[in-house]
């Protein structure tokens, strides 16, 4: 029996449950299949991407196209049997609908504010932020979608960065996750760093962790003893591990992420194959989450090692 405090969660870019068919000449309606792998995964929360809020088009060309939004649609299971809170946040807005970002959560979601992060015209982005009461405790979850533009995804990094510093206690209960775009793994370092998370992968498998810690001791006892070091090679650099998410029928670009805090990973994971493939663009990327009572053991994963507390020294008499 799965404990109280622990927590599948699950991101997706569902491209607005529309793909191309085989030879990219008719647009396919995935809807209704991908609102029952959804709900397959037996997840408490599914941050969601491209999530259609209306489209008037598709309502008249596709036959079975859901009446009401696409995040209440997909908050209810084929069968009923279990039905999530959902909220959801407009991005881009066209003649005739608009799509965002969306949460469905077991949990009663306490309060929600969208953002506009779009950094020109061209191109619309969002964040949404849900305060969630998962028990006693209120969780802070912030679903993602940025730019193409590496610039762009910086500088919406920033405001993210700021909005959240401003906007959750430091000891919070944080997670963060959806399409980053971010294939280069430039704004990682900068996430981490900042807002003291930790990425889900990253967390289960650190890359050359222990080699890293290795030659930080090392590198501290030569320095200590005023041996001059050359800087630091580049691949000391902390480099956060991510899965590959896109595209679907052949994953390669590491475009998806969850960064959390407060919590230990127990696993993580991305689904592939066929039947995920015909359902979006985007792979999903599933966690699972233990709520921690402390966060004693986030600095194991840092950048670099904390150095250890010295003895004070004592003079001796003579």
Not at 181 to 188: F, T, Y
Not at 244 to 271: E, K
Request: glycine share 6%; net charge positive.
């Amino acid at each position: 029996m799965k404990s109280p405090n622990t927590l599948r969660v699950a991101t997706y870019n569902i491209h607005k449950g529309v793909l191309r068919d085989f030879l990219g000449l008719r647009r396919v309606s995935t809807i209704h299949e991908l609102r029952s792998r959804i709900h397959e995964l037996d997840a408490d929360l599914i941050l969601l991407q491209e999530v259609q809020g209306h489209n008037e088009r598709n309502v008249r060309t596709m036959a079975e196209w859901p009446a009401e939004p696409q995040d209440v649609f997909l908050a209810r299971s084929p069968s009923l049997k279990r039905i999530f809170e959902s909220a959801y946040g407009s991005n881009a807005n066209y003649l005739h609908g608009h799509h965002g970002n969306a949460l469905l959560s077991r949990f009663p979601i306490v309060s929600q504010e969208n953002r506009d992060v779009s950094d020109h015209a061209l191109e619309k982005r969002g964040v949404l932020h849900c305060v969630l009461a998962i028990g006693n405790t209120e969780v802070h979850c912030f679903v993602v979608h940025f730019g193409l533009l590496a610039r762009s995804r910086m500088r919406q990094t920033d405001a993210l960065i700021d909005w959240i510093k401003r906007a959750v206690p430091p000891g919070a209960p944080l997670i963060i996750g959806g399409d980053f775009n971010d294939w280069r793994n430039r704004l990682s370092n900068l996430l981490c760093s900042e807002l003291d998370v930790l990425e889900v992968f990253d967390t289960r498998n650190p890359r050359f962790h222990a080699a890293r810690r290795a030659v930080y001791y090392v590198r501290d006892r030569l320095a200590g003893m005023g041996v001059e070091l050359p800087d630091e090679p580049a691949w000391l650099e902390r480099r956060v591990r991510s899965a590959r998410t896109y595209p679907a029928a052949a994953p390669w670009l590491r475009m998806d992420r969850i960064y959390q805090r407060g919590f230990s990973v127990r696993d993580a994971h991305v689904l592939r194959g066929p039947e995920w493939a015909r359902l979006s663009d985007h792979s999903p990327l599933i966690a699972e989450l233990v709520l921690q009572p402390s966060r004693s053991d986030a600095r194991a994963y840092s950048r670099r090692p904390p150095p250890r507390p010295r003895a004070p020294r004592t003079r001796q008499r003579t």
